[in-house]
Every structure is written in C-alpha cells, then in structure tokens.
C-alpha cells in the first residue's frame, strides 16, 4: 500500500479517453448473451433480529453489506452498531444461513461546538477490503466520520514473563530465566479502529467506494467528493465540488457514488436531478466536466404539469454490474439499466410501485416520496433486487423480462418451519399499506443466489436454488412438481421496456 496518492497518476492523461473508450465485460460468464431461460425458485433461509413488534430507533438496521467472498456479512444501525455475521459452515454456501461473528461500536454521537450541530452515529455505508491476511477490513462511516476497521481472530495469550506475574504485577527478579510462551485462549473477535478519516466533508456524507487499485476510496456528500489513499488520514484531494458561489443557484445534489469494478480512473456519480455522470480521473484532477451523462429526456410539458416530477426523478442509488458494462439506477417509482457505451436512454425500465403514482400528495404529505431505496445486482448480473413498502421486495430477471414480488416477514415465515418457498405477491396496493415498512436497503451474495435484506432492525436471508437442487434443500412434501408450484410471475403491467430491442438484442455484438 503506497504512503500518498500521486497527482501526476491523477493528472495524466492516456491516449485514449472514455468517450473514445468501449468499456465491454471482461469476463464473457457475466454477459447477457451467455444467460439460460432456467428460472430460480426463492426460499426463506432465516431471519436475524428481535421478534417484539416494538422497536426502538437506534436498532433499526441502516445498511447491509457482504464481504467479497460472501463468508461474512455486516450491518450497520442508526445507533452505530455493527453487527457482522459469519456463513455457517455446516450447510452448504448457497443456502445462505449465517451465524453471528462480532459486534462492536462503530461511531458515537458527537457534537460540532461551532457549527451547534449534533452528528448522529447512524452508520451510513460498511465497505468491505479484500482481505489479504487473516484479519478482515472495512470501512464504514457516520455523516461526518469514515473509519478503518480490522477484524481479527485471537484464540491465544503470551505467558511466562520475566518481570510481571500473570496479574500482570512486577515480581522480583530471578537468574533463571523462563523463556515465554503462547497458550491456547477462548477464541475472541477483536475490532479495533486503524484509521480515522475526517474533517474533509461540510455536508453529510452519503456513499463511500474502494477503488479497484485497493490502495484508495472516494467519499461523497452533498456537493463534494473527495478521493482518500488508504495509508493516510490527514490529507485528501476533492475530485468533484459542484457547490456554486452563490447558494441561492443550487439547483441538484449528489446521491451516491461509486468507483467502476475494472477501471480505476472512471468512477460515476447520480443526483437530484435524475442525471448519472460517468467521470475520467485522467482527463483532469477536479473533475467538474462529465465524460459522460446519463439521463431520460423527459417532456417538458409533462414534467411542468407534475409538481412530483421532480422529486420521484431523483436517484437514489446507482451501482456498476460486475462485469462493468453496465449500471443500475434507482429512482422512487422505477430501477433502470443502462448500458455504459448508449447515453441516449436506458437500455430497460422496471417499475417498482406503480400503483403508488397516483398516491404521490398523500406521500409528499408523510415525507415517504423522500425515502431512499437502494438497489442491488446477482453475482453472475442476471438479475437485480430492489425494495418497495410493506416489506417487499422486487426481483427482476434480466432476460427473460420477469419479476416477482416477496414480503420479508415473520408471520409469513415461522422460523421454525425451516427453509420455506416464497409466497409471491402482487404489487403493493395503493388503498392499504403502511410507510413505515419498508425495504430500503438490499445487498446480494457475491458468488451466491443469496440475498440479504433489512426491515426495520431484523435482517432477513433469502436464497434462489435451481429446480434440480429443490428436493435437496426442502423435504420430499414441499418438492414442488413445477414451476408454478411456488411462483407466480408479473408481466408486462409492472415491468416495461424503454426500448424496442431487449437487453439480449442489445448485446448480440458483444
């Protein structure tokens, strides 16, 4: 890990820049080209978390996120706890059933005296680092703080000192000397702060993203992003600042931000205003001109019309498949692909809740239209998840165009039933549902059909097995027969196409 970030790596520019460049998928698995129509069938795995219907705010979970081989799974809560989970290795991976590792106080409340503000201890993003030895790192961060955690094993103590006893109290000292040793201990989880990065973010910051160097991550709050080297905690360089001199013209934000999976120079950011900016490090180091913008033309008749228009157009979240030819958008109404190499519009749109459209008042009454959904791809970018009300959740089927619709829920799924198909659903009904459940954020094995979900402050496993591999994971009684056994698809009136051709047809030169 190099000691600084150099400007010159930063400032250089190469022969060919990303406009010019035709960003493909390296690895030709994660193509759309290469999927099968076989369709996965969902099952309950388990559910983490408190059963009282009671829940106070500091355990609600505020983000989920896996490590990159899927053995460890950690959570974030709005009281800065973080609870990591580890993969039970008496079942097989890919019925995604965990176990908890460790858990520790990531952030505490703090106050700024000059600015009389009151920073919560809501942990914001987790982002974990490859791990190199065997200890485990990650990052997380509050509103104004981010942190380099290391998890690490310690199953043993060092005895037989020279000086001390073993109360750790001096003792007389002795010719014979006794030479120290290691003795097997209780095995404990240790976390323990490497890093403090702050004092570089005014606004609250809302995405954090490790470069696919390992040695650096990008921050992004509101108005700035700013780009940290790994090693060093007193120093970092602002890649994007869209604050104008005059308040008063501010017309967007930032949402999230994230680094490409391949490229280390291009990352992308979203905003308020529906927009997704895909930017080139080596073209310039304050990144205030776009290499490219993503963004829906919307008729300028129909947004004056809509007072909402606005709002619901606003991302909330943005991801890069694995492959990296591709990104994911979530708005409040819709989740869209884009293929990085067409600016002109997304290559598929799925709405989420549409039934919900015609409720956007009542929502912009009860603040729920500013809720932040986030949104995930597979591990092989088959398929992507996002979350809607009523503790649902929608997955979408890249190829085949399908959908369905799950409820995260203990009446639904008695824990002590074992692993139990899903129960789809349809989409939520706008006459009956309540704001407050809600499943804003989602993350997916990265080597499994496994998904993690938050509701409230219980975190819910999900995985997707073959119908070959049904009768293995279920008893002989719950085998379905067919396909129809435990799903039930929606077509067309919740998922649209934005463009004639599909997304297979889009790929065919690939």
């Keep these: 890990m190099e000691d600084s970030v150099n400007d010159d790596d930063l400032l250089m520019a190469e022969t060919n820049s990303v406009e010019d460049m035709d960003i493909a998928p390296p ?4 193509s759309f080209s290469n999927l099968t129509a076989s369709e996965k069938r969902w099952y309950f795995s388990q559910v983490k978390g408190s059963a009282d219907p009671q829940v106070t705010d500091a355990d609600i979970i505020s ?14 809560d709005k009281g800065g706890r973080i609870v990591i989970f580890h993969r039970a290795h008496d079942v097989p991976a890919k019925y995604g059933e965990y176990a908890v590792y460790s858990t520790f106080q990531s952030h505490e409340p703090e106050f ?13 993003k987790i982002k974990w680092l490859p791990q190199q030895n065997s200890s ?6 509050n509103d104004k703080t981010i942190k380099l955690w290391k998890i690490q094993k310690k199953n043993r103590k060092t005895t037989g000192y020279n000086l001390k006893d073993e109360d750790g109290n001096p003792k007389q000292f002795s010719k014979n000397l006794i030479v120290p040793k290691y003795e097997s201990t209780e095995l404990m989880i240790e976390a323990s702060p490497r890093r403090i990065f702050s004092n570089a973010h005014t606004y609250h910051i809302n995405s954090i993203s490790l470069n696919s160097d390992l040695e650096t991550f990008m921050s992004a709050d509101d108005l700035r992003i700013n780009l940290w080297n790994l090693s060093i905690t007193d120093q970092s360089f602002n890649i994007v600042d869209i604050k104008p001199a005059n308040m008063e013209e501010l017309s967007e934000v930032i949402t999230a931000a994230e680094f490409h999976p391949h490229h280390c120079n291009i990352f992308a950011y979203s905003s308020s205003r529906g927009n997704v900016k895909l930017c080139d490090m080596r073209a310039q180091a304050l990144c205030d001109s776009y290499a490219k913008l ?68 009542w929502l912009y009454e009860n603040d729920s239209i500013f809720d932040k959904f986030e949104c995930s791809w597979s591990h092989d970018d088959r398929h992507i998840i996002t979350g809607s009300y009523q503790n649902r959740f929608r997955i979408f089927n890249l190829e085949t165009q399908s959908d369905y619709t799950f409820e995260a829920s203990r009446e639904l799924y008695p824990t002590s039933l074992g692993r139990q198909p899903l129960q789809a659903l349809d989409d939520v009904e706008s006459g009956k549902f309540d704001t407050v459940k809600k499943q ?20 819910y496993l999900f995985t997707g097995l073959d119908p070959d591999s049904l009768c293995d994971s279920v008893s002989s009684s719950d085998c379905p027969s067919s396909a129809s056994a435990t799903h039930k698809l929606n077509h067309s009136n919740n998922t649209t196409t934005t463009t004639p051709n599909s997304i297979l047809s889009s790929n065919s030169d690939i």
């Design 112 to 124: 700024d005296y000059l600015k009389s503000l009151e920073i919560e201890e809501k942990i914001n």
């Design 63 to 76: 983000t989920v996120e896996f490590n990159q081989n899927g053995e460890l799974l950690a959570t974030g």
């Design 440 to 459: 804003l954020h989602s993350a997916w094995h990265p080597q499994h059909n496994v998904i993690a979900l938050a509701a409230s402050d219980n975190l």
């Design 27 to 30: 690895p030709a698995q994660n």
């Design 136 to 141: 485990h790192y990650l990052l997380s961060t």
């Design 294 to 361: 993503f963004e829906q033309t919307e008729d300028e008749n129909e947004r004056s019309q809509n007072f909402f228009s606005e709002i619901i157009s606003s991302l909330s979240d943005v991801r890069f498949s694995h492959s990296g030819r591709y990104m994911l958008t979530r708005d409040y109404l819709t989740v869209k692909v884009w293929d990085l190499n067409m600016e002109s519009g997304p290559i598929a749109c799925y709405q989420v809740h549409p039934s919900l459209r015609h409720k956007l008042c």
